[in-house]
């Protein structure tokens, strides 16, 4: 495993994430499947990651238990975990904070009984990372409200040694991470943002990487392989890439694109299965970034996917769709309708009910504030409605 310093510590350069574990049955809440995810993280701690993320609501709540549950049973200071305050999912009136999304419904009276039950649920009484999730476009208001105080109360938390150190993550735009930054100058020492060689250009990850570098702040990446997209392109793609190392497999093309960026401290990946586990920890093993005439193969490989819808998987817009519609099954096949289409996507979409296709979207935006990647998706189920309709799908 590659290390690389922050400040005091030494952390891997390779981080498990743990928003995607083995779980038993489908949704963003299903049960974690325990048994697999235990043997996922003690083999990843076993093997030199040492740098573990999580989240409030990831799992409904349950992966920082599980993962507090399994890190705790080695020495406290050999391992190193991430969590993060779920205020992007949050409302703040009269006093109280409320959850949107799928935990409406439950009240705070403030951050701090957030940060407690964080605590308790993970065994530990102090986070070595904590981040504010997701300062984007829609939560910025609610992480710069003054009364509330939030980062105040972090800061807090940070003085009396409970955080080790304090971050955020971003899914928003390059000026508003900036705008945040500027805010709170000095505040914070790490930023995650999603980043990967498509992003770098569809959601100008490139411009974001250089307004945190500039300020010489320590990025973490997540979205690595964007839920998953960039372990197989189209065909096109695959060939520009497949033609300068035949031998390598086309995910380890975003892992050595993130070991290219030097002020890349942590790649997250949400591995779930053993054998993503194992062969990203082989990758880690040593340095093997791409070089500047590999970069130019990848954005040719990315001019020839991007039309993609930038959807990472999250599964966050699903819970407030009134139709029940698996959103980013839809935009999946919509992006491989729209840019490489199979027989396979016929097959596919000839099996779905008619309930279960983008016709059923009735346009009511529940779902455009929930999706940290701001994609209009009442536009996308129209727009695959209309190759639907007009039957424009040609397999090739
Ligand atoms: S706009 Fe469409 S996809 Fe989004 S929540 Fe409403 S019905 Fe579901
Ligand atoms: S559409 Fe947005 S919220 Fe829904 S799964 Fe994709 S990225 Fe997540």
């Known amino acids: 495993m590659i290390y690389k310093q922050f400040k005091d510590k030494k952390l891997s350069t390779l981080g498990l994430g743990n928003m995607r574990l083995p779980h038993k049955g489908e949704g963003l809440n299903a049960p974690i499947d325990e048994e697999k995810a235990r043997e996922l993280i003690e083999y990843a701690y076993l093997n030199g990651i040492n740098y573990f993320d999580t989240a409030y609501g990831y799992h409904g709540g349950e992966s920082e238990r599980l993962v507090g549950k399994v890190l705790n049973q080695f020495p406290r200071e050999t391992w190193y975990l991430a969590t993060k305050f779920p205020g992007h999912m949050m409302?703040?009136?009269?006093?109280?904070?409320?959850?949107?999304?799928?935990?409406?419904?439950?009240?705070?009276?403030?951050?701090?009984q957030i940060f407690e039950e964080q605590l308790e649920k993970c065994g530990v009484d102090y986070f070595d990372f904590y981040l504010l999730h997701n300062v984007c476009e829609t939560s910025y208001d609610f992480y710069t409200n003054e009364e509330l105080g939030i980062v105040n109360y972090f800061l807090e938390q940070k003085k009396a040694g409970r955080i080790k150190h304090l971050g955020f993550s971003a899914h928003g735009r390059a000026k508003t991470i900036d705008s945040f930054l500027s805010k709170y100058e000095g505040c914070f020492e790490f930023v995650l943002i999603q980043i990967n060689y498509l992003d770098w250009v569809l959601q100008d990850a490139k411009s974001k990487y250089e307004v945190i570098s500039r300020r010489g702040i320590p990025i973490m990446s997540m979205e690595s392989c964007r839920g998953g997209t960039l372990c197989s392109l189209n065909p096109e793609a695959e060939a520009i890439l497949k033609k300068a190392r035949p031998d390598d497999p086309i995910v380890h093309w975003a892992f050595r694109f993130l070991q290219s960026l030097p002020n890349m401290q942590v790649v997250l990946s949400g591995m779930s299965t053993m054998g993503q586990l194992k062969e990203n920890i082989e990758l880690f093993s040593k340095n093997d970034p791409t070089t500047e005439y590999e970069n130019e193969l990848l954005m040719e490989a990315v001019n020839s996917m991007a039309d993609l819808v930038p959807c990472t998987a999250c599964r966050y817009c699903c819970d407030d769709c009134p139709q029940e519609l698996d959103i980013p099954k839809l935009i999946s096949l919509y992006n491989e309708a729209s840019n490489s289409p199979t027989f396979a996507l016929s097959f596919t979409l000839g099996a779905m009910p008619e309930d279960e296709l983008p016709g059923s979207c009735i346009a009511c935006g529940n779902c455009v504030q929930m999706c940290p990647q701001n994609i209009d998706i009442p536009d996308v189920m129209a727009k695959f409605e209309d190759i639907l309709e007009k039957q424009t799908l040609q397999p090739r």
């Open 91 to 112: 409302t703040y009136k009269d006093g109280k904070l409320g959850f949107i999304g799928y935990m409406s419904g439950s009240i705070f009276d403030s951050p701090e």
